[in-house]
């Protein structure tokens, strides 16, 4: 008997096979069964075009894209590299900035009860807005379209950290805190030495959670704002028609969301440790 | 009166008792300890001993009396006094070597890394870990933990070494394993030692002095029991000293029959007793309710 491994690929490369097939079977283009009326002629025949394309159509469409993603013909013609490029770099900005303020002001919110109870209520608040209604607001307010998908990706990417850091830091057990008293360790030593690595795979979890958040959003966000991203290049593609380039770039999507996560995971791996 | 290297005076610990009114757990508690002496306490649960230990370790604070150090009053906790835990506390994200490194650069921050790695090596071959430095707390045995927390707290050399029932948690078999090597490390530094125990041959074999506690609520420590037997000491032949027996039932005795009324000196001091030389238990002193009723009357006249 092969190895759990290998029998798992085996189920999952039939199961894609199976998929294929059905998908590839039910786009099949009709038999013409009566000639072509005239006023169909006109139209351009547009019967065969109007359904979804069959996964043949998507991996042309994905050959000629990989086989040169960094292209850039004009506004509205950039390979598909540079979309994702946009998006990730969108998103990476907007999540640093989040980092930034998040991990501070989580370790404040976790070390005091007090700045807990007084902030806790913004944070309630503000948690469950959608990121994407503070574009208009943020639009008005930065005046730069760019910048203000960045903005939606900071907002909807502080509270997990936020939240899990405040979390974390406020549930170190108390016995590693009392080693660093009894060694005299200054609050400064005692958060870098102590409380930060016991609290990083906590914290690892929230930045985990804010980047799969990020990648979902910025790709309505680009919806929004246009010009550049992938989530631009998905509604260009839809307004063009393109059905399989569009069947494309979501893939596309979920590969690099993906790898998103597999970073993070990796990260997490590094800080876990066991009792 | 001469002062002692630790001085304990007039300690006590109240609670809230949940329903309005409060709760001594332990009072007037005061005893000293001599610089190179090891001392262990015992007790029944619910006496106290952990939060007298803690007061002293600077991690608690008492609701009154106080504690000097070196003609120092004891305040927060502090790198001349060093703690072992019962649950060990090795910070799990660090190798057995890096634990004691941690502690050693807290200890002496001016020390070169070469200087420190040598120091904490030394300490972790003491405990007969020099083969697993590298290994997190995570894949050590229980044992094997507290072996690297008792070195971690002995590589800072405080001068007052607080363990709290370090082996409590451990089966009997590395009980004892750990007990003699405590032993042989403690004839090598002569640290002074506060340790809480619950178990009576434990003290007998660790200690110069054996602290009794009545039970709580309003523990106090009644009794402090010499043990006259020679270092070095060992568990295969401790037993072998007649004055072992003695002691041992001296202690037992205390702990089954009289820790519920036992009471210190009139002043507040443990009454100093010495089984090996025939001292037997008190008599239970009748001022107590004298003193009580004396109160009770004194409190009528107010």
């Known amino acids: 008997m092969a190895s759990l491994n290998v029998r798992a690929a085996l189920l999952s490369v039939s199961f894609l096979i199976l998929m294929l097939g059905l998908w590839e079977l039910s786009t099949q283009p009709p038999a013409a069964q009566e000639a072509i009326t005239e006023y169909e002629l006109l139209m351009g025949v547009a019967g065969q075009e109007s359904r979804v394309p069959p996964p043949s159509a998507v991996m042309k469409v994905a050959w000629t894209e990989l086989s040169n993603p960094f292209y850039d013909a004009g506004a509205n013609d950039k390979g598909i590299g540079i979309q994702l490029a946009y998006s990730v770099y969108r998103v990476l900005t907007g999540y640093l900035a989040a980092m930034a303020i998040a991990l501070p002001l989580g370790f404040l919110i976790g070390m005091s009860p007090l700045m807990y109870k007084a902030l806790n209520p913004y944070i309630q608040v503000l948690r469950p807005i959608s990121p994407l209604a503070w574009m208009p607001l943020a639009l008005f307010i930065i005046q730069d379209s760019d910048a203000s998908a960045i903005f939606v990706i900071f907002i909807c990417s502080i509270w997990p950290m936020l939240l899990n850091t405040a979390f974390g830091v406020a549930n170190v057990r108390q016995d590693w805190v009392n080693v660093a008293r009894t060694h005299e360790l200054n609050p400064f030593k005692t958060a870098i030495t102590v409380i930060l690595p016991a609290a990083a795979p906590t914290i690892l979890t929230g930045m985990r959670i804010s980047i799969g958040i990020a990648w979902l959003v910025i790709v309505a966000a680009e919806m929004l704002v246009g010009g550049t991203g992938i989530g631009y290049y998905v509604w260009n593609e839809w307004n063009n028609l393109d059905l399989a380039s569009v069947i494309f770039s979501i893939l596309m999507i979920g590969v690099v969301g993906m790898l998103l996560d597999l970073a993070l995971g990796k990260a997490q791996k590094l800080v876990e440790y066991k009792e | ?146 072996r690297v927390s008792i070195a971690r707290a002995f590589a800072t050399q405080p001068e007052l070494l607080l363990l709290d029932e370090p082996f409590g948690a451990l089966d009997a078999l590395t009980r004892g394993v750990i007990q003699d090597e405590l032993v042989k490390i403690w004839e090598e530094t002569r640290q002074t030692v506060f340790m809480i125990t619950h178990d009576v041959d434990e003290a007998i074999l660790l200690s110069d002095r054996i602290f009794l506690m009545s039970n709580g609520p309003n523990a106090r420590i009644a009794e402090s029991v010499k043990v006259n037997l020679p270092h070095p000491r060992s568990r295969a032949t401790i037993f072998q000293n007649p004055a072992h027996h003695k002691i041992r039932d001296y202690l037992v005795d205390f702990l089954v029959n009289r820790s519920g009324s036992a009471q210190p000196e009139e002043d507040g001091s443990p009454i100093v007793i010495d089984p090996s030389a025939g001292d037997a238990a008190p008599k239970p002193v009748p001022a107590k309710p004298d003193t009580k009723t004396e109160t009770a009357a004194r409190a009528v006249n107010a």
Not at chain 2, 64 to 85: A, D
């Open chain 2, 1 to 146: 009166m001469s002062k002692s290297f630790l001085e304990v005076d007039g300690l006590s610990k109240v609670y809230p008792d949940g329903q309005g009114g409060d709760l001594t757990v332990f009072e007037d508690v005061r005893f000293a300890l001599e610089k190179g002496e090891f001392v262990c306490i015992i007790g029944h649960s619910g006496c106290g001993k952990s939060t007298i230990l803690n007061v002293l370790a600077g991690l608690d604070e008492a609701s009154s009396g106080n504690v000097v150090m070196n003609g120092k009053e004891v305040k927060g906790p502090g790198l001349e006094r060093g703690v072992v835990f019962q649950n060990y506390s090795l910070l799990p994200w660090k190798t057995s070597l890096n634990n004691i490194v941690f502690a050693v650069k807290a200890r002496w921050p001016k020390w070169s890394k070469d200087k420190v790695r040598e120091h904490s090596e030394r300490y972790l071959k003491m405990v007969g870990l020099d083969h697993a430095l590298n290994r997190k707390p995570s894949q050590l045995s229980g044992g094997m933990r507290q």
